[in-house]
């Protein structure tokens, strides 16, 4: 197909339904993440919002559309033709047979908005008696081999073949930021993007299991992280880690079959105080419910009474091939399993007991916790909380 694409008309859903102010205010939030994303992607690009549409106008299109597909937000994007209204019947009549090359079947959709003295199923009748004409192919509306689209806005066409559907959501940064507790897995990795889509920006907090080698696990983090900045355009992510090992060596010698329940009560008050120093609403966990021992209802009212902020589990309801499903289109999947003897599955629960409560005593909870001396524990991983960034350097929690 011989034509000229002058850029990617792209496209909005849930943002149209919201009031005006909030409408306004989340447009200009997706404009931004597009033209921040468009940037740092070294492509050159003008980028305007019209009638319920970001037109992007490059010259670098097939690479927009790979940055675009990913902006949360955005329901579908198409590289366009732009054409005047008063031309584009001759347009239909010059590009027919690049407009319908290989196709067996065709059919026309106009969208309008604007005043116009024709319906737009009378303007797709027209249209697609010229590109029959032209072409000799045949119509279809049912089940066209190929759908000619043009939207009209006043005296604009926008004219394009095909649409790229895009992952919808709200515009990343759109409702606040969250810390997320993100291991080496398949699980929290999917649970962090799904709170992505929902407009959370992230802050990425892993609690390094290994006493004896605490960064055991950081390239197979940054790993992942990095697959995740590919999802996460126009805002940074931040990523922090502590040392939990020890604290874990401790619960693990006197909390016994209360071990997994202790060790998630102390992640989450880490994380609980990120949060207030970042500024963060809420803590995302990859936890699905009864995938594993410490997953059961009674262990997770256990677990969320030892903080005071909403923990958020977006994989509550999902099974595992579902979430499997689902890394693998995010690219986080062959990563998470990438075979790393020093970084497994094993070596992260290794405190694991062998017979794991399921339905937590918050009474023991809180009698295990005496025994530990729990405060002490949180205090002493919060001083090793480390930002990583090209070096690794102390960021303390007051």
């Known amino acids: 197909m011989d ?5 990617v008309l792209a496209a909005y859903g849930e943002l149209a ?3 005006k102010p909030v409408r306004r205010r989340w447009v ?23 009638w319920s549409r970001i037109i992007v106008k490059t010259l670098e299109v097939e690479k927009s559309v790979e940055v675009l597909n990913r902006v949360f937000g955005l329901t579908y994007i198409a590289p366009f033709a732009y054409v005047n209204l008063d031309e584009l019947e001759d347009y239909m009549a010059r590009e027919a047979k690049n407009l319908l090359e290989g196709a067996d079947s065709f059919a026309v959709r106009v969208r309008r908005t604007g005043k116009h003295e024709f319906t737009s199923l009378d ?9 029959k004409e032209k072409t000799s192919v045949k119509v279809s509306l049912e089940k066209p081999d190929r759908t000619i689209y043009v939207e009209v806005h006043n005296g604009e066409c926008y ?66 992280v990095e697959v995740l900045k590919g999802w996460h355009i126009g805002l940074n992510i931040p990523v922090y880690v502590y040392k939990h090992g020890e604290a874990l060596a401790e619960i693990s010698r006197h909390a016994t079959n209360y071990t997994c329940i202790l060790c998630k009560r102390l992640m989450l008050r ?26 059961t209802l009674d262990n997770l009212n256990a677990i969320d009474s ?5 923990v958020l589990r977006p994989l509550i309801g999902f099974d595992k091939e579902e979430i499997v499903s689902l890394a693998r289109r995010i690219g986080t999947y062959e990563v998470s399993i990438r075979p790393d003897p020093e970084c497994s599955q094993e070596t992260a629960c290794w405190a694991k007991p062998s017979k794991p409560a399921t339905k937590a005593d918050l009474e023991k909870v809180l009698k295990f916790e005496k025994e530990v001396q729990m405060d002490k524990l949180i205090d002493r991983a919060c001083e090793t909380i480390m930002e990583i960034r090209q070096q690794f350097y102390t960021f303390k929690i007051q």
């Open 3 to 7: 034509l000229q694409w002058e850029g």
């Open 17 to 19: 339904l919201k009031s």
């Open 28 to 50: 200009k939030m997706l404009i931004s993440n597009v033209t921040t994303g468009l940037a740092e992607a070294g492509i050159k690009a003008q980028v305007s919002h019209k």
């Open 123 to 131: 303007f797709e009748r027209r249209l697609g008696a010229i590109l």
């Open 159 to 224: 004219v394009y073949t095909h649409r790229v559907e895009c992952y919808g959501g709200l515009p990343l940064g759109s409702s606040g930021r969250v810390v997320a507790l993100i291991s080496t897995g398949i699980d929290s990795p999917v649970a962090t993007w799904l709170m992505m889509k929902r407009g959370c920006s992230i802050v990425v907090l892993h609690a390094q299991v290994n006493p004896g080698k605490p960064e055991a696990c950081t390239r197979k983090l940054l790993d992942i």
């Open 270 to 295: 880490v994380a609980e105080r990120l949060s207030r120093e970042k500024g963060a609403k809420a803590i995302v966990t990859g936890e699905n419910l009864g995938q594993v021992a410490s997953q």
């Open 306 to 310: 030892a903080i005071e902020i909403p």
